[in-house]
């Protein structure tokens, strides 16, 4: 008998050890060259690094760490991650986001979500917003374990879809110790009731048959159809909700095709999985982040800013809402000029630096 027990607890103890090593995490980091790429600048403060680690399940995430060059990289330092609008990829808007606070003495690093850019994930293009909230909690993993960053000093910065997703991951990460939105996206609601509530049940309903029929087309081998996102096409029946998303993705301003070559370019999701975010729910359970600090940035012209005050309202304290005057939501994707840096440096200055 107690033979067999010890069989049994030396085959365990071998299990262990062999998932231990499976799962080790292969960290790469390279210096890129150069100052300009493609939809944002960098500045000679700044080094860039192209790097991937792994999230829990072993997918490869991307992104772009800045450091800025004046920083002791024997000490300690506080970091910030910055998340892309959904079904935009690292280079359309985080990267802006994770220069500037770069160049204001922040190691920062922006990555592409799983199934988008240069991250791992088949299809390209689904949604699946828990492996989302998963790779922000893997960008902490990756920080954390940085020999010049204070993992006890990490903050987090959600832009448009993003923001929902950083809220979710918030909600069950404590490492994110500061969080801040802006124009902020609460995906759950936007799929299921669209902007203002606009989308009736029997229309949601229709779009969740439509996603369960080509699941049968995809499962048979057929073509992946996608869906949503941005025109390629202007007319004169172009809503402007469209025309302002068209004047950032589909223009020199903000127009971006990732390495993996994605048929669909980008904010385009795959029609299939596009209604997971119907059982997505990110502010929920808010005000359980308190009391950890939140920021919510906003544009007074927004069409989304019914998700980020609605989000001021359930979160709990300490937690600011700022309206940008004269700004759409787009706007705050990348014109460094309405853009409230100062604000940002401010909070995660006092949040991650001063309580050091």
Same mark, same amino acid.
């Given at each position: 008998m107690k033979k067999s027990i010890l069989i049994a607890l030396t085959t365990v103890l071998s299990y262990v050890t062999v998932s231990a090593q499976s799962t080790s995490n292969s960290v790469q980091m390279k210096e890129i060259s150069g100052k300009k790429y493609s939809t944002f600048k960098v500045s000679d403060k700044v080094t860039i690094y192209a790097v991937t680690f792994k999230n829990q399940y072993q997918m490869a995430v991307a992104g772009h760490l800045f450091i800025?060059?004046?920083?002791?990289?024997?000490t300690k330092n506080p970091a910030i991650i910055v998340g892309h609008p959904m079904g935009a990829v690292k280079e359309q808007s985080a990267d802006v986001y994770a220069s500037n606070m770069a160049d204001r003495d922040f190691i920062t690093l922006a990555i592409d979500l799983s199934f988008w850019g240069e991250s791992e994930g088949e299809p390209r293009n689904a949604v699946l917003p828990d492996m989302y909230a998963e790779d922000f909690s893997a960008a902490v993993d990756f920080l954390g374990t940085r020999p010049f960053v204070d993992r006890n000093n990490i903050g987090i910065i959600g832009i448009c879809g993003s923001g929902s997703f950083v809220i979710s991951a918030a909600k069950i990460d404590p490492r994110m110790k500061a969080i801040a939105t802006v124009s902020m996206y609460d995906?759950?609601? =936007?799929?299921?009731? =669209?902007?203002?509530?606009?989308?009736?049940?029997?229309?949601?309903?229709?779009?969740? =048959?439509?996603?369960a029929e080509q699941r049968y087309v995809e499962f048979s081998g057929g073509e992946i159809k996608y869906t949503g996102g941005t025109t390629h096409k202007l007319d004169e029946n172009t809503h402007?909700?469209?025309?302002?998303?068209?004047?950032?993705?589909?223009?020199?301003?903000?127009?971006?095709?990732?390495?993996?070559?994605?048929?669909?370019n980008t904010t385009h999701p795959t029609l299939s999985s596009n209604?997971?975010?119907?059982?997505?729910?990110?502010?929920?359970?808010?005000?359980?982040?308190?009391?950890?600090?939140?920021?919510?940035?906003?544009?007074?012209?927004?069409?989304?800013?019914?998700?980020?005050?609605?989000a001021y309202k359930r979160a709990g304290q300490p937690k600011e809402l700022v309206i940008v005057p004269n700004a759409g939501h787009v706007d705050l994707y990348d014109k460094t000029d309405l853009i409230p840096f100062d604000k940002l440096e401010a909070f995660f200055a006092k949040h991650l630096k001063e309580k050091r």
């Open positions: 800025p060059n004046n920083m002791d990289r024997k995906m759950g609601s =936007a799929s299921r009731n =669209a902007l203002n509530h606009s989308q009736t049940l029997e229309q949601r309903k229709k779009n969740q =048959a439509e996603a402007p909700i469209q025309r302002e998303f068209y004047e950032f993705y589909r223009t020199s301003r903000g127009e971006y095709t990732p390495k993996s070559g994605s048929p669909a209604t997971k975010f119907n059982n997505f729910y990110p502010f929920n359970d808010i005000e359980t982040i308190s009391p950890r600090p939140m920021l919510f940035i906003t544009g007074d012209k927004a069409h989304s800013r019914e998700f980020s005050e609605d």
